[in-house]
Each structure stands twice: as structure tokens, then as C-alpha cells.
């Protein structure tokens, strides 16, 4: 049987880097795309650090193991970066970890599937993808 069938070929985690977002989420983030890369072993991961713009990009090949990385940003939140780089990049997948106290990012057509992961802010919504809310204690 071919081991690659239905393995992701490029899977792309966005982390929004702005000064909102606390540096334990920053942890839980960078924890959570460790373990997918260890697990799902995606042929390609990017690691795309965002906050008005494009601050910091990381490819992982499915050998390269995955460390800690510093985080780049602090300024404020701009989706727009965010889907010209999908555009340009069309990744498998899309994984968005934000805050998202921001104006909702513009549809990608064709639609690209993204999960939102959004943290401590209820109110978030998008008009793309599927969106799920983390509240930090």
C-alpha cells in the first residue's frame, strides 16, 4: 500500500505574532504544530509568523524535526498579509492561530481549507473556513 496516500502534502500553520497574544499561547501554538508535524509527518510545514505583516516564514521537510522558534512581530493585526500569502503559497491546509481583533480576511477563491483557532475573543467570527474558539484561563 502507498504510505502517502492521503498524507498532506504541504500543511501551512499561520501564528498571528501581534501584541495582543500572550507569549504561554505563543508556547501552546508552537507545542501544538510540534505535535502534528511528529505525528501527521506532513511532507512540508510552513510556519508563517504574522502581525501587519509577514514577520517570519520556516519550512519543515517531513525529517527536519521541529524546535522551539523565536517568536517576530508584536505590532498590531492585519489579515490581509495573511491571504496574499495563501494566494501565492496554495498550501494543502491552513491552520490560523489569532486573536482575530481585526477585519475578517477576504475569501480565497478556489477556497483553500483553513481552521481558525481563535484565542480569547468570543465575539470572532470569520467567512471562510472553520473556526474554533480557545479561552485562556
Known amino acids: 500500500q502507498d504510505l502517502d496516500e492521503g498524507r498532506l502534502e ?16 505563543h508556547k501552546r501554538m508552537n507545542s501544538e504544530v510540534k505535535y502534528i508535524q511528529e505525528v501527521l509527518r506532513p511532507k512540508k510545514l510552513t510556519l508563517v509568523q504574522f502581525d501587519t505583516q509577514i514577520q517570519q516564514e520556516r519550512v519543515f521537510t517531513e525529517d527536519e524535526p521541529f524546535e522551539e522558534i523565536e517568536i517576530a512581530g508584536f ?24 486573536d482575530l481583533y ?36
Open 75 to 98: 505590532g498590531g493585526t492585519d489579515l490581509r498579509c495573511v491571504r496574499q500569502w495563501l494566494i501565492e503559497n496554495r498550501p494543502t491546509a491552513a491552520v490560523i492561530f489569532s
Open 10 to 25: 504541504h500543511i501551512a500553520f499561520i501564528e498571528d505574532t501581534s501584541g495582543s497574544i500572550s507569549p504561554q499561547f
Open 102 to 137: 481585526c477585519s475578517p480576511m477576504e475569501k480565497i477563491l478556489p477556497e483553500i481549507p483553513i481552521i481558525w483557532i481563535a484565542v480569547n475573543n468570543k465575539s470572532a467570527w470569520v467567512n471562510q473556513g472553520k473556526l474554533i474558539h480557545i479561552i485562556e484561563n
